[in-house]
């Protein structure tokens, strides 16, 4: 986290003003453990934080901190889309909801899009879809 915020987040800065002055959102791709630079991020404006890993990120905890800030991006553990049963999957995708869209500000999506067996993306987007959520894969 210093260094990110000594040498990233300055330059960073730079391109999001710029980003917005034109009117534009900002969806930042950033895997991995991102709860020591997400209040930065929300500082510098990000609209949306994708993936949300949920292996490696607190995302009940982050959503109660960030959730009226930023807008959560995906979520679903793409560990069990990959490998789990389709009842499995469908409890993820609820647990996830659940967990992330109180109050708005969620895209229900994998946290992670590799080659998933095509009956663990249709229980995925089932579940997803009877719920009133929406994913763009």
Not at 19 to 25: I, P, R
Not at 31 to 59: F, K, M
Not at 69 to 84: K, P, T
Not at 101 to 123: C, L, M, R, T, W
Request: net charge negative; proline share 7%.
């Amino acid at each position: 986290p210093a260094v990110w915020g000594k040498f990233i987040k300055p330059e960073l800065e730079k391109l999001y003003q710029s980003c917005k002055d034109a009117g534009l959102l900002i969806k930042q791709h950033c895997c991995g453990a991102v709860g020591p630079i997400l209040p930065g991020l929300v500082e510098l404006g990000v609209d949306i934080w994708d993936p949300c890993q949920p292996t490696s990120n607190d995302l009940a905890r982050m959503k109660k901190e960030f959730g009226n800030s930023i807008c959560f991006w995906g979520g679903i553990n793409s560990q069990i889309i990959d490998c789990g049963t389709p009842d499995e999957i469908r409890q993820e995708v609820r647990h996830r909801i659940e967990e992330l869209s109180a109050g708005g500000g969620y895209v229900a999506a994998p946290s992670h899009y590799v080659p998933f067996k095509d009956e663990n993306i249709q229980a995925m987007r089932d579940e997803i879809y009877s719920r009133g959520h929406y994913e763009y894969a």
